[in-house]
């Protein structure tokens, strides 16, 4: 079947800008995720939703990052006010049931560039 | 907080070769291990999950183990190919359902 996708691929915007980044979890995941992998940093965790709710969002940086999934299934990030420093692969995951022990499954990534 | 670690950075052997990616954590109290694939400008593919009750997991040419006493996981690759060429990544919880992962080892292997 489909697996996790993302859109955009490619989002370059302007420093001050805001942009909305989607992720299409596989169908009857009930876990999703929230990942971004900076260049030297490393894949950070973000957010992390079972269902609609967003039991945590310890990994968001500043206030001006937030998400939501709605009916279950698409997530929107949302990043308001875009820096320099925000610009990363924005990755997406999802898995059958949340659990500790569930695979994750990876979606390719938006790559984000802020001029 | 688990701390995930992997030596080294970089890695370049000649095609045939079997070699080894290690990767240690500091929380012995791991839940499971997952080991993952990253080919350029694409997202993660994962390749192999060990429980905390396993010590070792198989799939095709790759074997990955885990022994928490030490820390460690080996990720060993047998008769590398071209197409292994990639960066590969570890991967543990930590305390929640975020998983914690190591800044990766860029393997390449040389025809």
């Known amino acids: 079947g489909a697996g996790v996708s993302q859109s955009p691929s490619n989002k370059v915007t302007e420093k001050g800008k805001d942009v909305e980044l989607r992720c299409d979890p596989i169908?009857?995941?009930?876990?999703l995720y929230w990942y971004r992998q900076s260049l030297g940093q490393g894949l950070e965790f973000l957010i992390y939703?079972?269902?609609?709710?967003?039991?945590?969002k310890s990994g968001l940086p500043s206030d001006r990052f937030s998400a939501e999934r709605t009916g279950g299934s698409v997530s929107t990030l949302t990043i308001q006010r875009t820096q320099q420093e925000d610009s990363a692969v924005y990755l997406c995951?999802?898995?059958?049931?949340?659990?500790?022990?569930?695979?994750?499954?990876f979606g390719p990534g938006t790559r984000l560039t802020v001029l | 907080k688990q701390e995930v670690t992997q030596i080294p950075a970089a890695l370049s052997v000649p095609e045939g070769e079997n070699l080894v990616l290690n990767c240690s954590f500091t929380?012995?109290?791991?839940?499971?291990l997952q080991w993952f694939r990253q080919d350029p400008g694409k997202g993660l593919t994962s390749l192999l999950l060990?429980?905390?009750?396993?010590r070792e997991q198989t799939s095709g040419r790759l074997n990955a183990s885990l022994d928490k006493s030490s820390g460690r996981s080996t990720l060993y690759i047998a008769a590398s190919q071209p197409g292994d060429s990639a960066t590969y990544l570890c991967a543990a919880p930590s305390g929640g359902y975020a998983l914690n992962f190591g800044k990766g080892t860029s393997l390449l292997v040389t025809p």
């Open positions: 939703f079972q269902g609609n709710s967003a039991p945590d």
């Open positions: 169908s009857g995941h009930t876990a």
């Open positions: 929380d012995s109290a791991i839940y499971n």
């Open positions: 060990i429980q905390s009750s396993q």
């Open positions: 995951a999802s898995s059958l049931a949340g659990s500790v022990g569930d695979t994750q499954y």
